[in-house]
C-alpha cells in the first residue's frame, strides 16, 4: 500500500473545559451534543407517548407524579383531555423536529460528513457551533411550553404537531392549550428553524468546498450523499416554516389576520365584539397548511434520508459487497428529495383546497414510491451474493430495510385523492408514518450509532445488549405499528383522548389494550439501549482504527479521530466507496486510501464474478 | 442468526397480512353510492400494496438466510457494482404499476368532486362549532333563509345566526344531527363558526374539512336507511373527541313529512326517530 500525502498545518485541540466540551468548534463534539440533545429530547418524547397510551387503553388511570407536575393538566393525578392533547403536540413536535432531524443531520452528520471526504472541519466552525446552541435554546423553550400551566388549566399548546390554524391562532379564546404555551411552541420551531438553517448552509458548503484530493463526489459515501441532499431541502424548506410561524405568531400577538378569516364566532364571542377577541378580517385558514406543509413534507426526507444512507452504508460493510447501483442509488436519493418539494399537497387533499390540484398532488404522491422503490431494489442486490455478518449495526441496518418497506408501501393507499376520504385522519396515517419516518429513521439511527461508536469513543458497545435491544424493539414496533393501520381502516380517529364515544370503535379494544402492551414492552427495552451507551463509553470492548473492516476514510484515521481527523495530513482518495470483495486484492477491502493496481478498470458497471 | 432473523421477517410478514386481510377489522360496510367502486380501488390497491410488501420481506429473508458469511478468509462475496438493465427493468415496472394506481385512483375523486351537485339534490347547510354540529334546513319554500355571524348568539340559541326578518328563514329548521333521504344525492353547504373542523361519517366513505371563512359545497348520495355515527376528524380543541353527532338516512317520504314540520315540531320528530332508531351495525 502506498499512500500519497500532501502536508496541512496541524490545528492543535483546545485545552480550556469550556472551549472543548461546551462551546467547542470542533465538529466532532458538535456532532455528540446533537446526539445527547436527541437523547435527551427522545426520553421525554417517548415518555409522553407512553403517557398516551396508558390514557386510551386505561382512561382514568392514577399517577401520582402527574398531578404534582402538572396540577391543571392532570388533576389528582388522573388526566384531563386537554392534557393528552398537549401531549399529542408535544410528543410529535419534540420527535419531529429535536430527535429525527438533530441526531441523523446535525449529529452523525456533523461528526463525520467532514471525516468521509477528507476535511479537517466543517467549513464554518463558529457557524456550526451557533447551530447547535440555538437548537438547544429552542428544546430548552419547548420544554418550557410542558410546564406553562397554571391559570391556563393546562400543560402546553394543543394543536398536534401541524399546529393547525385558526385553532392555533386565536389565541386564549379557544380554549384551553391557546395561550402563552402556544405561543412558546412557535418561538421554539422558529428558533429551531434559524438553527437548521445554520447547520444545513454548513453542511452544502463543506461538501462542495472540502473534499480531499481524489474526493470526487461519485467517489463519496453514500452517507454524504443523503446528508448533502438533507441540507438542501432543510436549506428551501425551513425558511417557510419561519416565515409561516412569524405570521402565526403576529395573528396570535399583534392582531393581524393572516390565517383567521371574518366574521370568527368563537366562545361565545364574535370577532371584534369584544376586547378579548379584537377583529380579524380576510385571512385563510388553508394558508397556514400550505406554508406547514411545504416545510412539512421535505421534513419528512430530512429525517429519513440521513437513515437511508447509514443503511447503505453499512448494508455494503456488513455484506462484504459494493452497493448495488451506487450511481442509480444517488439518483433516487435526488428525485426523491426533488419529488419531495411537489407533493405536500397529499396532506390536504379534504382542506378544501381545488379538488383539481388534489388529482396533480396525488399523482405526483404516488410517483415518489418510485425512487424509494429503487432504493430497496439495490438494498436487496446489495445483500445479494454477499458474505453478511450479523453484527448489531447490521441487524438495525436490515430491520430498517424491512420497515422503511412496511411504512412506506401504505403510502400508495394514503397517496390516492379517493382512499383518503375514509382513510384521512384515521389511525393509518399515524401509523404509516410513525414505521416509515418515526420508526425505520430511529433503527437507521440505531444503525449508526453501533456502528460508529467505536469510531466516536474507541470501545464496542456491548454486542449481547445490542441484539437483545434489537430483536425486542424489531418485533415491538410491528406489534405497535401494524395493528394502528387496521384501526384506521375501522376508521378510527386520531388525536382523540378517548374512544368512549363512539359505538362503531368498540370491535377495536382488543386491539388498543394489545397495542400498548406492545409499547410498553418497546419503550422498555430502551432502556438497555442507553445504558449500552453510557456503560460502553468507559467500560466497552477496545476497538482498533479500523474495526469492522470497512473502506470509507473515518476508518482510516485514528479511533478516536485527533481534533483535526487527519493529524494535519489529509489523505488522498483512490478509488469508490465500497471496494469490497475485489477479485485479486489481498484482503476483501480496499480502503479509499490505497492506491494500487487492483483498481478495476472501466467504470465499474459491469460486474465480473470469480 | 441470519436464519433466526429470516424466520422472523417472514412471521412478522405473514402475522402483518392476516390482520389485515382477514376482514375481523375492515372498512365497515358501505352505505354510499360511491362506496363501491371506493371499496375495490381499495381492493386493488390493497393487493398491490400485500404483494409488494411480501415480496420484499420475503427477499430480504431470503437474502440474510442464504447469504451468511462462511468465515473462511478465502470466501468472498460477489464483486459486482450492479446492473444499469435491472435498473431500467425494476424503475420502469414499478413506475408503471404506481403512477398507474395513482392515474386510477383519482376516479371516485372525479366523479364526486369534480362537478357540482346534481341538480334536484337534497341541500343541507353544516355549520360547525366547537364541539357541536348545526344542521340547517330550508323547509318548505327549499330557500335557506339568510345567516350572519353577528346574529349568532348561542345563548339564544341562534348557533348559526339566522335572520329571523328574512321571510324565507321562518320555515327553515336547525337540528344538531343530520336528516337526509336515502337513495337521493345530497349537497352539503360546510362552513365553520370557529376552528376547522371535519365531517366523517365511516360507512359513508366521506371525509371533508369545514374551514371558517369559507363554504364548501360537497355531495355524495346514501344508499341505506339507518342510523349512523357522524364525527369531527380534525383536531379542534380540548373536548374534539366528544363532537359526536349521528346522520339519519331516511326514504324520501318521511323526509318530505319532516321537512313540512315547523322548526319545534321537526326537532322533537327527528330526536324521537333517533331514539326509536338503532345504530346501524358498524361491523
Same mark, same amino acid.
Given at each position: ?238 425558511? $417557510?416554516?419561519?416565515?409561516?410561524? %412569524?405570521? @402565526? *405568531?403576529?395573528?396570535?400577538?399583534? /392582531?393581524?389576520?393572516? #390565517? =383567521?378569516? &371574518? ?66 442509488? $444517488?439518483?433516487?436519493?435526488?428525485? %426523491?428529495? @426533488? *419529488?419531495?418539494?411537489?407533493?405536500? /399537497?397529499?396532506?390536504? #387533499? =379534504?382542506? &378544501? ?258 | ?283
Amino acid at each position: 500500500m502506498s499512500v500519497e500525502t500532501h502536508e496541512v498545518h496541524r490545528h492543535p485541540a483546545p485545552t480550556g473545559f469550556i472551549r472543548k466540551y461546551i462551546f467547542s468548534l470542533d465538529h466532532k463534539v458538535i456532532g455528540i451534543q446533537y446526539i445527547m440533545l436527541a437523547l435527551a429530547a427522545v426520553i421525554v418524547g417517548m415518555l409522553m407517548s407512553l403517557l398516551m397510551r396508558i390514557n386510551l387503553s386505561w382512561p382514568g388511570t392514577k399517577i401520582s407524579i402527574l398531578g404534582t407536575l402538572f396540577p391543571g393538566g392532570a388533576p389528582g393525578g388522573v388526566m384531563n383531555p386537554e392534557f393528552y392533547l398537549s401531549l399529542v403536540t408535544m410528543h410529535g413536535t419534540i420527535m419531529v423536529f429535536f430527535v429525527l432531524t438533530t441526531a441523523p443531520q446535525g449529529g452523525f452528520g456533523n461528526y463525520f460528513l467532514p471525516i468521509q471526504i477528507g476535511a479537517e472541519d466543517m467549513a464554518f466552525p463558529v457557524l456550526n457551533m451557533l447551530s447547535f446552541w440555538v437548537t438547544f435554546v429552542g428544546f430548552i423553550v419547548i420544554l418550557s411550553a410542558i410546564f406553562l400551566s397554571g391559570s391556563e388549566s393546562t400543560v402546553g399548546p394543543i394543536g398536534g404537531w401541524t399546529g393547525y390554524a385558526p385553532l392555533s391562532a386565536l389565541g386564549a379564546i379557544a380554549g384551553p392549550g391557546q395561550g402563552m404555551g402556544m405561543n412558546l411552541w412557535i418561538i421554539s420551531i422558529a428558533i429551531f428553524c434559524v438553527g437548521s438553517l445554520l447547520g444545513a448552509l454548513n453542511f452544502i458548503t463543506t461538501l462542495l468546498n472540502m473534499r480531499t484530493r481524489g474526493m470526487s463526489l461519485m467517489r463519496m459515501p453514500l452517507t454524504c450523499w443523503a446528508w448533502f441532499t438533507t441540507a438542501v431541502l432543510a436549506l428551501l424548506s425551513f425558511p $417557510v416554516l419561519l416565515g409561516g410561524g %412569524i405570521l @402565526l *405568531l403576529l395573528d396570535r400577538l399583534a /392582531g393581524t389576520s393572516f #390565517f =383567521i378569516p &371574518g366574521g370568527l364566532y368563537v366562545s361565545g364571542v364574535l370577532s371584534g365584539s369584544n376586547p378579548n377577541f379584537p377583529l380579524h378580517t380576510g385571512g385563510s385558514p388553508i394558508l397556514w397548511q400550505h406554508l406547514f406543509w411545504f416545510f412539512g413534507h421535505p421534513e419528512v426526507y430530512i429525517a429519513i434520508l440521513p437513515g437511508m444512507g447509514a443503511t447503505s452504508h453499512i448494508l455494503a460493510t456488513f455484506a462484504r459487497k459494493p452497493v448495488f447501483g451506487y450511481r442509480a442509488m $444517488v439518483f433516487a436519493i435526488f428525485a %426523491i428529495g @426533488l *419529488l419531495g418539494f411537489f407533493v405536500w /399537497g397529499h396532506h390536504m #387533499f =379534504i382542506s &378544501g383546497m381545488s379538488p383539481y390540484s388534489a388529482i396533480a398532488f396525488s399523482v405526483l404522491t404516488l410517483s415518489i414510491g418510485v425512487p424509494s422503490a429503487v432504493k430497496t431494489f439495490n438494498w436487496l442486490g446489495t445483500l445479494w451474493g454477499g458474505r453478511i455478518r450479523f453484527a448489531t449495526p447490521m441487524l438495525f441496518a436490515l430491520g430498517f430495510v424491512s420497515l422503511f418497506v412496511a411504512g412506506g408501501i401504505t403510502g400508495l393507499i394514503l397517496g390516492q385523492s379517493s382512499l383518503d376520504l375514509p382513510m384521512h385522519d384515521t389511525y393509518i396515517v399515524p401509523a404509516h408514518f410513525h414505521l416509515v419516518m418515526g420508526v425505520a429513521s430511529i433503527f437507521g439511527m440505531f444503525a449508526a450509532t453501533y456502528f460508529w461508536f467505536p469510531k466516536m469513543f474507541g470501545r464496542f458497545m456491548n454486542e449481547r445488549l445490542g441484539q437483545i435491544h434489537f430483536w425486542v424493539t424489531f418485533v415491538g414496533v410491528y406489534s405497535i405499528f401494524v395493528p394502528m393501520h387496521v384501526m384506521g381502516l375501522v376508521g378510527m380517529p386520531r388525536r382523540f383522548s378517548s374512544f368512549a364515544e363512539y359505538e362503531y370503535l368498540r370491535a377495536l379494544d382488543p386491539l388498543v389494550t394489545f397495542v400498548t402492551i406492545a409499547a410498553i414492552t418497546t419503550i422498555t427495552v430502551q432502556l438497555l439501549f442507553y445504558f449500552n451507551v453510557f456503560w460502553s463509553m468507559f467500560k466497552g470492548k477496545k476497538a482498533g482504527d479500523n474495526p469492522w473492516e470497512a473502506t470509507t476514510l473515518e476508518w482510516s484515521t485514528t479511533t478516536p479521530p485527533p481534533h483535526d481527523n487527519f493529524a494535519g495530513v489529509l489523505p488522498t482518495v483512490y478509488r469508490g466507496p465500497y471496494e469490497f470483495a475485489v477479485p485479486g486484492a489481498p484482503n476483501d477491502y480496499l480502503m479509499q486510501t490505497e492506491s494500487g493496481a487492483e483498481e478495476p478498470s472501466g467504470n465499474g458497471h459491469n460486474g465480473h464474478k470469480h | 442468526m441470519g436464519r433466526v432473523l429470516a424466520v422472523i421477517i417472514w412471521l412478522l410478514t405473514l402475522l402483518s397480512v392476516v390482520i389485515f386481510f382477514n376482514k375481523k377489522w375492515w372498512l365497515p360496510p358501505a352505505i354510499s353510492d360511491h362506496a363501491p367502486a371506493l371499496d375495490r380501488q381499495f381492493l386493488l390497491t390493497i393487493i398491490i400494496v400485500g404483494i409488494a410488501f411480501s415480496a420484499a420481506q420475503i427477499g430480504l429473508g431470503w437474502m440474510v438466510w442464504k447469504y451468511r458469511d462462511s468465515g473462511k478468509a478465502d470466501d468472498r462475496a460477489l464483486y459486482t457494482h450492479g446492473s444499469n438493465r435491472l435498473e431500467v427493468v425494476w424503475t420502469v415496472i414499478t413506475a408503471i404499476v404506481f403512477i398507474g394506481l395513482g392515474v386510477m385512483g383519482q376516479r371516485v375523486w372525479a366523479s364526486l368532486r369534480l362537478h357540482d351537485a346534481p341538480a334536484g339534490s337534497y341541500s343541507v347547510e353544516v355549520v360547525a362549532q366547537q364541539f357541536q354540529w348545526n344542521f340547517h334546513y330550508s323547509g318548505k319554500d327549499n330557500v335557506f333563509g339568510r345567516t350572519d355571524p353577528s346574529l349568532i348568539d348561542d345563548s339564544a340559541l341562534n348557533f348559526i345566526g339566522i335572520d329571523e326578518s328574512d321571510p324565507s328563514a321562518k320555515d327553515d329548521s336547525v337540528t344538531s344531527s343530520l336528516v337526509i333521504p336515502v337513495n337521493r344525492p345530497v349537497e352539503l353547504k360546510l362552513r365553520s363558526k370557529d376552528v376547522i373542523h371535519s365531517f366523517w361519517v365511516p360507512p359513508l366513505r366521506f371525509k371533508q374539512d369545514l374551514v371558517p371563512g369559507m363554504e364548501i359545497k360537497v355531495h355524495f348520495t346514501a344508499n341505506k336507511v339507518g342510523k349512523y355515527e357522524l364525527a369531527c376528524a380534525e383536531l379542534c380543541g380540548q373536548l374534539h373527541f366528544k363532537m359526536k353527532s349521528y346522520m339519519l338516512v331516511l326514504p324520501e317520504d318521511q323526509i318530505t313529512a319532516l321537512r313540512a314540520l315547523p322548526q319545534e315540531q321537526f326537532q322533537t320528530k327527528v330526536q324521537e326517530l333517533l331514539t326509536n332508531t338503532p345504530l346501524a351495525p358498524s361491523y
